[in-house]
């Protein structure tokens, strides 16, 4: 079945450092590929996203690449600020109107 | 521009009581969209309905239903709660087709 899979967490950083979450997935097809962020208390807000292989999307400082050849859909930015603590959501869509999600990087920015 | 509007944004209800959630899609989308989070499943599909024909369903119990009406808001029912129901709920809209998903601030369900 269709699968998505996020490297586990929690992560904590300091300010000013660089993030990466892996997410790779497995599908039948070819998905459209999300970046969801849920900070405490909230629903899910898009972040970013790519509909096709070698798109890249791009939102507030971060970066993902859509790789087709690895099936992967890395979430990287530069340098974190504190208020980028939240759970970040890899999500793949087949156009069977939903999406699947990974499990969810619990992400901690210390100042 | 409104987002997604779900209500109430808590419920605590009794084991065996029925319980029905409310959601108001962006003005203009007509597909919406129901999940579970909890923190041992993480975020689980529901069901999904465009234009009030559902076209998706998760692999959850019949005590699941929902519905959507001919202004795009939806409403979903658990009946015969169980401690297990206790999560957030999350409506989603969107325009349909690729489009992104728009999701509201979630209810969150505590069963006693």
New interface residues.
Partial sequence: GNSVTQMEGPVTLSEEAFLTINCTYTATGYPSLFWYVQYPGEGLQLLLKATKADDKGSNKGFEATYRKETTSFHLEKGSVQVSDSAVYFCALDLNDYKLSFGAGTTVTVRA | KAG?T?TPRYLIKTRGQQVTLSCSPISGHR?V?W?QQTPGQ??Q?LF?Y?SETQ??K?NFPGRFSGRQFSNSRSEMNVSTLELGDSALY?C?SSLG??E???????TRLSIL
Avoid: I, T, W
């Fill in positions: 997604v779900q597909s969209s999940y993480g975020l599909f999904e465009f076209r998706n998760g999350l989603a087709g690729r992104p998903q728009h999701f509201g601030d979630g």
